[in-house]
């Protein structure tokens, strides 16, 4: 038993993993990591810190800690689903759990600050935290996860609605390459 919740909560911290945000891809280095403090006096990486805090991302291990678990669980659920649930609760615990003692030895918000530090200035920092902190920018903190929940279903709906010619279109080339599918 305890070697099918190890195997899953492995397989989904995979998954998980491969989901996380991949911002030191996706942008390319800013200029220059300048350190010095703003006009307030306040050094940069605290700054980043204020502004994950405020939107929230100084939560990451919670976030990821709650999303492991849940996929944990939905892994079990269709590699056993005649598994009753208080061993899917012990399962989600357990999985949450770990995610949390390994945040004690590395912690990733230390990562994101490193993530902003490379990407945007001390001034930039302040102009985003100047941003969250006005109404839209915490109307914005406020909605965004909505948007990218309605954006993703609306992006895997398309994905089903072409999938099918996408895969005709694949199976079609490798066949005509000489590939036997």
Known sequence: MR???ARAAAMASL???M???TLAL???PAAAADTAPAASGESKHSCIRRLLALTGDDNLVQHYAQAIAERTVAVLRHVRPDLPRPLLALAE???HESVTE???QHDP???MVEIYDRHFTHEEIDALLAFYDSPLGRKSIAVLPQISAESAAVGEAWGHEIGPQVQSRVRERLTAAGVDL
């Open 102 to 104: 390994a945040s004690e």
């Open 109 to 111: 918000v230390e990562d």
């Open 93 to 95: 615990r357990e999985a």
């Open 3 to 5: 070697s099918v919740v």
């Open 15 to 17: 998954l998980i993993l």
């Open 26 to 28: 996706a942008a390319p």
């Open 19 to 21: 989901m996380l945000p």
